[in-house]
């Protein structure tokens, strides 16, 4: 069995910084793309950012500039770096990844961390 665990969710103030990590385990083969979405209240989840195997990234125009994503392939975790938070950046995150498990390549999403910013 796969699972996604995030991390590092909390209340910071606006301006600052948190770190969320998300790490896969089970008996994985290998994981492809990694990716953050998140989810605010009463909006639809979206794309926050993503990253390849060989580290190519893709950011949201709203966090370009203050979001990094990066991954431990060794680790099987993906980590998403946030600066300059902004009250707006309040939503629950979801880490996703496309994982090879059992010889099929299935996608996974985790359970979410909350983040919230306070202005």
């Known amino acids: 069995q796969v699972q996604l665990v995030e991390s590092g969710g909390g209340l910071v103030q606006a301006g600052g910084s948190l770190r969320l990590s998300c790490a896969a385990s089970?008996?994985?083969?290998?994981?492809?793309?990694m990716a953050w979405y998140r989810q605010a209240p009463g909006t639809e989840r979206g794309l926050v950012a993503m990253?390849?195997?060989?580290?190519?990234?893709n950011y949201a125009d709203s966090v370009k500039g203050r979001f990094t994503i990066s991954r431990d392939n060794a680790k099987n975790t993906v980590y998403l770096q946030m600066n300059i938070l902004k009250p707006e950046d309040t939503a629950v995150y979801y880490c996703?990844?496309?994982?090879?498990?059992?010889?099929?390549?299935?996608?996974?999403w985790g359970k979410g961390t909350l983040v919230t910013v306070s202005s």
């Open positions: 990253i390849t195997r060989g580290g190519g990234t």
């Open positions: 996703n990844a496309d994982i090879w498990y059992s010889q099929r390549l299935t996608n996974y």
């Open positions: 089970g008996s994985i083969s290998g994981i492809n793309a």
